[in-house]
């Protein structure tokens, strides 16, 4: 009897859609969801802002919330967020490609792995087990290929932690806007090369002809032919935080933000609709760019000869210890316009004043101490990714800051000494990577002093933590 009952119930289970209604159970964020009127109506203070921000970063999502994609509406596309296929249909994940976690925290909680056992803090890096796998469809475990390696030709990457993006995003609109008036001066002088240059960080230079009605961007370098600097993601993919989130969400959670598919638009065919508000990606875009910044140590003895040789052997030519901002103050689009940062403001926040505690500088606004330029650099062939693109050895600049916390290192975490990191470094790094290598031992004991001054912040949004 309950052989057969089971036998009726199973095929019925197995087409039903992920559960939108169960009785008994709720959907995680719960019904009290922040809404961009909250935001923009200016009841909410910073601290209510980036609480909400702070729910959506951790709340681990369920079937009712929209977690996941809905049975194939495009089954036969494998590899773009939606509509993916999980483990044996169990609707759940995959972890290859997406539907990775169920909460942004799971793989960004590392405060430092420095003490042992290392420390956890919200918005943080993760280990190698939380690297995440982007868009392969071959690997090739066992080698059957035999070329030596496991082929696999997607992108492996390790999650960096969050602290300090305000500053990170700041600095990046500010080059931004820049480029973006250098390359409208050479709008308005046809013919004549205009150099690229923002915050002591050169990107070549662009030219426009007249008679073709043209930009030249041939001679443009480390940055897309759209001069826009983006700094998240570490290839270079992203102006802003916001940006990053939203592709975030769909791509680990398959939580389909509104701004992505539309008000009342089920997506991914999972039965919810509205899975993430505007508003949502708003808080989570504050709570995200208002995380204290990195603190540095003051270098002393053998750090502070290490200070030195840090520049002197030519490291200081890619990760600029600093950036400075003209303002202190980073502004909220919606939406946004990569091109033009002051486009559509609805929000802004004090990166002096707020939890994110930037210094100010002499030009009146902040001191971002990231070591980076922001700028793409060629590392070379050993580093590249098997990704099939001209791009796979390029990488924005890594940002040092906190690097004394945040083992293992690179994009895909394939060095776990600091030395490593830096002797794996090819292409236009390998000059200073082979510098560093022609020091005396004690001279390398000093360099790494000095990066071990760069720390992570302590107690990273302490006061939002029940
Ligand atoms: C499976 C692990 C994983 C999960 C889950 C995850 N991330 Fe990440 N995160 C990463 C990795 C890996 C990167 C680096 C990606 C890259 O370089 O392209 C990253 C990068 C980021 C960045 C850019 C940081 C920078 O400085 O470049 C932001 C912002 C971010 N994640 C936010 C989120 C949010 C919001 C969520 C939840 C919706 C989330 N992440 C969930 C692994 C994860
Ligand atoms: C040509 C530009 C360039 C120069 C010069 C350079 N780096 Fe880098 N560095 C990079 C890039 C780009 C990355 C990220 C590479 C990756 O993720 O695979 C990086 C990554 C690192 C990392 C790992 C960071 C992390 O969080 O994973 C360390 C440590 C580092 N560099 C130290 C140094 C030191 C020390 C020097 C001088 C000896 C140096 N670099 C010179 C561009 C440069």
Redesign the pocket.
């Known amino acids: 009897m309950k052989k057969s009952l089971v036998a009726v119930l199973t095929p019925f289970l197995l087409s039903t859609a992920p559960h939108a209604q169960q009785p008994g159970e709720s959907p995680a964020l719960g019904n009290n969801r922040i809404t961009q009127n909250d935001i923009t109506g200016g009841a909410l203070s910073l601290f209510d802002i980036r609480l909400a921000g702070m729910k959506i970063?951790s709340t681990p999502f369920n079937s009712l919330d929209g977690y996941g994609d809905g049975p194939g509406v495009n089954p036969l596309d494998p590899v773009s967020p939606g509509d993916r296929p999980t483990l044996q249909n169990n609707g759940t994940f995959l972890r290859i490609n997406g539907l990775?976690?169920q909460?942004?925290m799971?793989?960004?909680s590392v405060g430092s792995n420095a003490t042992v056992p290392f420390r956890f803090a919200v918005g943080g890096v993760?280990g190698v087990n939380?690297?995440?796998m982007f868009q392969p469809d071959e690997i090739d475990v066992d080698d059957e290929l035999g070329n030596g390696f496991a082929f696999y030709n997607g992108r492996f990457?390790?999650?960096?932690f969050?602290f300090g993006?305000g500053g990170?995003e700041l600095a990046g609109k500010e080059m931004t806007m820049d480029l973006q008036n250098q390359k409208a001066q050479a709008q308005s002088n046809p013919g004549v090369s205009v150099a690229l240059v923002t915050k002591g960080v050169s990107f070549g230079s662009i030219t426009y002809d007249g008679g073709s009605g043209t930009f030249d961007t041939s001679q443009v370098a480390g940055v897309d032919a759209d001069l826009v600097v983006r700094?998240?993601?570490?290839?270079g993919?992203f102006a802003t935080?916001r940006g990053?989130?939203l592709g975030?969400?769909a791509f680990?959670?398959g939580?389909e933000p509104v701004e992505v598919v539309g008000a009342g638009v089920d997506g991914d065919n999972d039965g919810v609709t509205d899975e993430i508000l505007i508003g949502e990606i708003s808080a989570?875009h504050v709570f995200?760019t208002n995380l204290e910044r990195p603190k540095a140590e003051r270098p002393k003895g053998s750090a502070k000869t290490g200070k030195a040789l840090f520049s002197q052997v030519g490291c200081t030519s890619c990760h600029q210890p600093f950036l400075n901002t003209t303002t202190q103050y980073l502004t909220y689009s919606f939406p946004e316009v990569d091109e033009d940062p002051t486009a559509n403001v609805f929000y802004a926040t004090d990166l002096r004043k707020g939890p994110a505690g930037f210094r100010r500088n002499m030009l009146g606004g902040v001191s971002v101490p990231l070591f980076s330029d922001l700028k793409r650099h060629d590392m070379g062939a050993a580093l590249a990714e098997s990704f099939g693109s001209p791009l796979d050895s390029f990488f924005i600049t890594a940002r040092l800051w906190g690097i004394a916390d945040t083992a293992p290192y690179l994009?895909d975490g394939r060095a776990l000494t600091l030395t490593d990191a830096i002797l794996m470094h090819g292409g236009e790094g390998a000059t200073a990577s082979a510098n560093f290598q022609s020091l005396a031992d004690t001279q390398k004991e000093d360099l790494l002093s000095y990066l071990r001054t760069l720390r992570t912040p302590e107690e990273p949004a302490e006061d939002l933590l029940p």
Request: glycine share 6%; with cysteine.
């Open positions: 970063f990775d976690a909460t942004c799971e793989c960004h993760g939380n690297n995440a990457i390790n999650p960096p969050l993006s990170v700094p998240f993601g570490r290839k993919e935080v990053f989130d975030a969400m680990h959670l939580m989570l995200n994009h």
